[in-house]
């Protein structure tokens, strides 16, 4: 029996059976399933099932936590369950439920963090690995004579270029499949920006189109496919269906090609202009303020979603003013910080088995995975979580008011992840910063929670 099938049995059952599911995915974390009736899904006995480590309901789907295996959990599932998965998504929070949902300000929030993990999520592979070998040629050529005009240097720095300057492409792709849209409609569109990128003397029946780079960006693309959605439904209208296959491409792309180029995709870049100059502002002014509140409440947005919401910001960022001063550092802060308090209720249990349990979910969470550890040992002690976030309001009051910068887009910000933080010109003192930043959010978090754990008498197992 493989290791995730009772928690496949277990599951299956009590989201209501296949007949009440209606799509399975998953991300790095959590095992998520959409569902056609809320009424059928019994949460509390979810929550119980073997190898679940907590759980988030959304609007017409359980996400369920399962840890760094989430993907041999989801394969199991599949082959239990018998649920055969296509390309054919569901619109990301409008689930064809049986259940009437209160669309409130929270159901539209939840809709919004879903549709930008939809977007993000299946790129951020690329946009990892492609950060972090860049790091690893800036690491190569700074510190260990490396030269930065030799091959190996070049390859490296080339394959950072593919996944980066690509965006358009990949964001194209993964927007249009989540509107229900061909997929690589989008990418089509995505690759259309990325050749016009800095092109001079086009123009469209005497229109002129400005000259802009495109290649990194991620507002343009986006402005687009929400544009091609729109006429991809006219066209479906009115088009014969005899002539849908072959004509509907070819007047989509004759439509929104003009559009982007000469409408949409400068105000776009003006968009992302002002997104990088306005987060330099901020943080120039106000980060010894900011960066300590959004540290203590990430935790929050990752529950919530939000946190996918920020990636397109960080990548604009780091397109624009070459480094994000936020998003990846509140992460950072965030997740050591869980990890820290994490460890300290591991330390302070009796139970040898959870004492294991807890503290292989503390040190998770140090190396930038906190959803095991928030959910299986801190959501449920929750004066624990003002010892998180102590420690993330003293470690984010050195790094807002320092100025730690990273220059990676994606990934889990943690112990393993200091490449991020590594300047391309080969100077110490952001590195420095980051080990500073990383001690004070393990150590203050880990004593302010055990003060808290001591005082209140918290754990007893």
Same mark, same amino acid.
């Given at each position: 029996m493989a290791k995730y099938t009772e928690m496949a049995k277990g599951v299956l059952t009590n989201v209501g059976g296949i007949e009440n599911i209606t799509f399975v995915e998953h991300c790095a974390t959590r095992l998520r399933?959409?569902?056609?009736?809320?009424?059928? /899904? &019994?949460?509390?006995?979810?929550?119980?099932? $073997?190898? /679940?480590? %907590?759980?988030v309901e959304k609007a017409g789907q359980v996400q369920i936590i399962i840890g760094p295996e989430v993907n041999d959990a989801y394969n199991e599932f599949l082959d239990v369950s018998g649920f055969k998965v296509t390309d054919e998504q569901p619109s990301v929070g409008n689930d064809s439920s049986d259940d009437e949902q209160e669309k409130n300000f929270m159901y539209y929030l939840n809709v919004f963090g879903n549709k930008c993990a939809a977007i993000f999520m299946p790129i951020i592979p690329a946009m990892i690995t492609g950060g972090l070998i860049l790091a690893v040629k800036n690491l190569l050529v700074n510190y260990f004579g490396m030269s930065a005009d030799g091959g190996t240097a070049t390859l490296l720095l080339n394959i950072f270029t593919a996944g980066f300057s690509f965006f358009p492409i990949w964001i194209g792709y993964s927007f249009a499949k +989540?509107?229900?849209m061909e997929p690589i409609m989008g990418g089509f569109l995505g690759a259309v920006l990325f050749v016009c990128s800095d092109a001079k003397g086009l123009d469209f029946l005497g229109l002129s189109v400005p000259t802009v780079t495109y290649a990194g960006s991620v507002f343009p693309i986006i402005l687009g496919v929400a544009v091609m959605y729109f006429v991809d439904k006219f066209l479906k209208r009115v088009i014969p269906e005899m002539f849908v296959y072959f004509l509907k491409p070819i007047l989509t792309m004759i439509i929104v090609v003009p559009i982007i180029l000469i409408?949409? %995709? #400068?105000?776009?870049? /003006?968009?992302?202009n002002s997104v990088g100059a306005a987060i330099q502002a901020v943080m120039s002014v106000a980060g010894w303020i900011a960066m300590p509140i959004l540290s203590a409440l990430y935790p929050y947005m990752v529950m919530l979603g939000l946190d996918k919401a920020f990636t397109?910001?960080?990548a604009q960022?780091?397109?624009?003013?070459?480094? $994000? #001063?936020? &998003?990846?550092?509140? %992460?950072? /802060?965030s997740n050591l910080c869980i990890g820290g308090s994490a460890l300290a209720v591991a330390f302070h249990?009796? $139970?040898?088995?959870?004492?294991?349990?807890? @503290?292989?979910?503390g040190i998770t969470a140090l190396c930038g995975v906190t959803e095991p550890a928030f959910y299986g040992s801190l959501i449920m002690r929750p004066k624990c979580l003002i010892g998180t976030a102590i420690g993330a309001v003293c470690s984010g009051l050195i790094a807002g008011i320092f100025g730690l910068q &990273?220059?990676?887009?994606?990934?889990? #910000? %943690?112990?393993? @992840?200091?490449?991020?933080?590594? #300047?391309?010109?080969? +100077?110490?003192? &952001?590195?420095?910063?980051?080990?500073a930043v990383a001690v004070v959010a393990i150590v203050v978090s880990f004593v302010a929670t055990s003060y808290i754990l001591k005082k209140t008498d918290t754990v007893k197992e």
């Open positions: 399933i959409h569902y056609k009736s809320k009424n059928k /899904v &019994n949460v509390e006995a979810l929550k119980t099932v $073997d190898r /679940v480590v %907590g759980l +989540s509107l229900r409408v949409l %995709g #400068p105000i776009g870049t /003006v968009l992302s397109p910001i960080m960022s780091i397109a624009e003013i070459g480094y $994000d #001063p936020f &998003n990846m550092v509140m %992460g950072l /802060v249990l009796k $139970d040898k088995a959870k004492k294991g349990m807890i @503290s292989s979910f &990273n220059y990676v887009v994606g990934g889990c #910000p %943690g112990l393993l @992840s200091f490449f991020y933080f590594l #300047p391309a010109d080969g +100077s110490t003192g &952001n590195i420095i910063l980051y080990f």
